[in-house]
């Protein structure tokens, strides 16, 4: 396999917005697993892809534990296809997933295919992944995958950029190409972009952890301390397990001389990613600022 095919996990969850939880979580469910190669493990484009419609699935209120059920099932039925999140189209109602392959629809565990007049019902309120309606949203699924595949060449940012421009131009609610194009920006150092793309994140969910993460993290570079504290703590409150979101955080309230907050955030950093690579800095942190307070933190 070619290595522009292969994707660390840290590639995947600042692509697809993910956390290292929950991959693993789906890999212990068997949803989409790494793959082991001679030197490292990895994800290819049709697991990327899997994961993205797992997450989409999930956020649309389909359980993971019947998400694995149904994927087990469809797999035993149709051994032809290997990874049936990539290779097929999947629909739900938010309760039931639903399998299109070749123009029949499957319900995975019952095995029966489910006739058209039973699911005219379903496609009013359906949201389908991997094949959306109308021109326009195809237009940018297109355009977000050639982003994806720049990316994954490691070529120019700026041919990635200009792909996730377009795809927004096709669909400008495409949070996620907002927030990986943001992302991109500010690698390149263009705090301002990265700052627009983010905002206009917000301006779609409000309740994005991420978008409050990135754009939070870009306030404190640009010197907007106090509305980057803003935006990381509401980041940490939509999803607490975020340790970079406290470390982030701690810092900003250090600046902030708000030494009794940043010591909280030290300590979940640590307790959330106590082997990570910043996780040594985060101790000393709290050794040197006299803020520890239990003996797990000042190992």
């Known amino acids: 396999m070619d290595d522009t095919n292969r994707f660390s996990p840290e590639d995947v969850q600042r692509i697809l917005g993910l956390t290292a939880k929950q991959l693993e979580h789906w890999d ?11 030197e490292t493990r990895f994800y290819d484009f049709r697991d990327l892809i899997g994961l993205r419609t797992v997450k989409q699935l999930i956020e649309q209120g389909v359980r993971a534990d019947r998400l694995q059920r149904a994927l087990t099932a469809l ?3 149709l051994d032809q296809a290997q990874a049936p999140l990539a290779e097929l189209r999947v629909l739900s109602d938010g309760k039931d997933v639903i399998v299109e392959r070749n123009g029949a629809r499957l319900e995975p565990l019952s095995g029966q295919f489910v006739l058209n007049f039973e699911t005219r019902e379903i496609d009013e309120r359906v949201r389908v992944f991997g094949a959306p309606a109308g021109a326009s949203k195809r237009n940018a699924d297109a355009w977000f995958a050639r982003a994806l ?3 994954s060449a490691a070529g120019p940012r700026s041919e990635a950029i200009d792909a996730y421009g377009r795809a927004l131009e096709a669909d400008p609610q495409r949070i996620d190409a907002l927030l990986n194009c943001g992302t991109l920006y500010y690698e390149d150092g263009n705090l301002e972009k990265a700052s627009e793309c983010f905002e206009r994140a917000l301006a779609l969910d409000s309740g994005n952890a991420l978008a409050h993460f990135n754009l939070g993290s870009v306030l404190d570079e640009t010197g907007k301390l106090e509305a980057a504290r803003d935006h990381l703590r509401v980041a940490v409150r939509l999803r607490p397990d975020h340790a970079d979101a406290h470390y982030n955080l701690a810092f900003v309230c250090e600046k902030l001389k708000a030494l009794p907050e940043a010591r909280g955030h030290w300590e979940a950093y640590v307790r959330l990613d106590p082997h990570g690579p910043w996780a040594s800095y985060a101790r000393q942190r709290l050794r040197t600022a006299g803020m520890a307070k239990s003996a797990n933190i000042r190992k």
């Not at 212990?28 to 001679?38: D, E, I, M, P, T």
């Open 28 to 38: 212990r469910l068997g949803l989409v697993s790494l793959q082991q190669g001679q």
């Open 75 to 77: 797999r035993e039925k």
């Open 149 to 151: 595949d720049c990316e």
